[in-house]
């Protein structure tokens, strides 16, 4: 039988498909690589922030949403709780992008929160206590099951405490406090203990303490710094409120 010579048409049309197989099997090995991390495919700011929430998902086992990219670094959030702006670091080296997160500071925040209650509320009677992880990133190795005073003892985060006692013998509470974390190994980057009124410690809400902070709506603050050349809290210092506050 002889066989049928190819048209020019079909010719064309051979090379097209050709050519669209290679570009879709192109554009899935990018997103394959992109996502291990392979930065020469990362093109596009879109291709980075895939790649960091691929990266948290492999990690932690649960599903993260990027936001933006700053300084070098992705903001994303796990999409069971967007109020957690987790920082993924960005570091490129030998072809290949490797990242670091503060994802762990976030997984032990409830935890170390609670702890901490129990060291302030003898001094400063009913209280609130909250955790703020700071945005870079932890030792790579560190994951979920990290131990909670593993992490607690890195100063990688900024402890504040609100409460309704007496603002007599602040400097003297202050220092009994500071001494505790100094014995239990919590070595916060900074503390902060401010003196409100109990209609405001009643509503507190954690997204409000910036505002607290501020517009100086509290009666007093005191706080200090952790120096790790002296290995122990140094700065103390003592702000008044707002003259006008809960008149």
């Not at 709780?81 to 997160?101: A, C, Q």
Request: aromatic letters at 14%.
């Amino acid at each position: 039988m002889k066989k049928r010579r190819i048209s020019q048409n079909e010719e064309a049309i051979r090379g097209i498909l050709i050519i669209i197989v290679f570009i879709v099997g192109l554009v899935f090995l990018r997103d394959m690589l992109v996502k291990r991390g392979v930065s020469i495919f990362m093109l596009t700011r879109k291709d980075y922030m895939n790649a960091a929430e691929y990266y948290m998902q492999q990690k932690y086992g649960e599903k993260f949403e990027s936001e933006y990219i700053y300084d070098g670094s992705v903001y994303v959030h796990p999409k069971s709780n967007p109020y957690r702006h987790v920082v993924v670091d960005v570091e490129n080296k030998d072809g290949m992008t490797y990242f670091h997160d503060n994802y762990v500071g976030y997984l032990k925040k409830a935890e170390l929160e609670k702890y901490i209650y129990e060291l302030a509320k003898p001094i400063y009677g009913e209280c609130k206590v909250f955790i703020e992880p700071h945005g870079f990133g932890l030792d790579d190795n560190w994951n979920k099951d990290t131990d909670m005073k593993m992490y607690a003892e890195k100063g990688n985060y900024t402890t504040e405490i609100m409460t309704i006692d007496d603002a007599s013998n602040i400097e003297k509470k202050f220092k009994i406090l500071l001494d505790k974390f100094e014995d239990e190994k919590l070595l916060s980057n900074a503390i902060l203990v401010t003196y409100i009124a109990e209609n405001d410690f009643k509503n507190l809400r954690e997204q409000y303490i910036d505002y607290i902070h501020n517009s100086e709506k509290f009666f007093y603050r005191i706080d200090a710094v952790y120096d790790n050349v002296e290995k122990r809290f140094t700065d103390i210092d003592i702000l008044k409120g707002n003259e006008d506050y809960a008149n």
